[in-house]
């Protein structure tokens, strides 16, 4: 059973920076395509940004530029820099993972990190 956990979130001020980080358990976790999705309240979950087990990096067009998806494969972990964040970010921020390459990656599922961005 492949276990995602999500850590990092919390209260950031607005144009600051922070790093989310999924740790997976339970899987090959290198031959996954790796994602991170955000659901603002009382919306649908969106696709931030996912990367494929060769480190192919997609973002949507929202936050190009000030995000960054990257993976570790001897940790098992797939991080989401943050930066210059504004309060339109503020969401919960979901880890997922595919077992094969994919750039919407949805098989497993984490719980989610709250991110609150203050102006």
């Known amino acids: 059973q492949v276990q995602l956990v999500e850590s990092g979130g919390g209260l950031v001020q607005a144009g600051g920076s922070l790093r989310l980080s999924c740790v997976a358990s339970?899987?090959?976790?290198?031959?996954?395509?790796m994602g991170w999705y955000r659901q603002f309240q009382d919306k649908e979950r969106e696709l931030v940004a996912s990367?494929?087990?060769?480190?192919?990096?997609y973002y949507t067009d929202s936050v190009k530029g000030r995000f960054t998806i990257s993976r570790d494969n001897d940790k098992n972990t797939v991080y989401l820099e943050m930066n210059n964040v504004n309060p339109g970010a503020t969401a919960i921020y979901y880890c997922?993972?595919?077992?094969?390459?994919?750039?919407?990656?949805?098989?497993?599922w984490g719980r989610g990190t709250q991110v609150t961005v203050s102006p």
């Open positions: 990367i494929s087990s060769s480190a192919y990096a």
């Open positions: 997922a993972g595919t077992p094969k390459n994919a750039y919407r990656p949805g098989d497993y």
């Open positions: 339970g899987g090959t976790f290198e031959t996954y395509a």
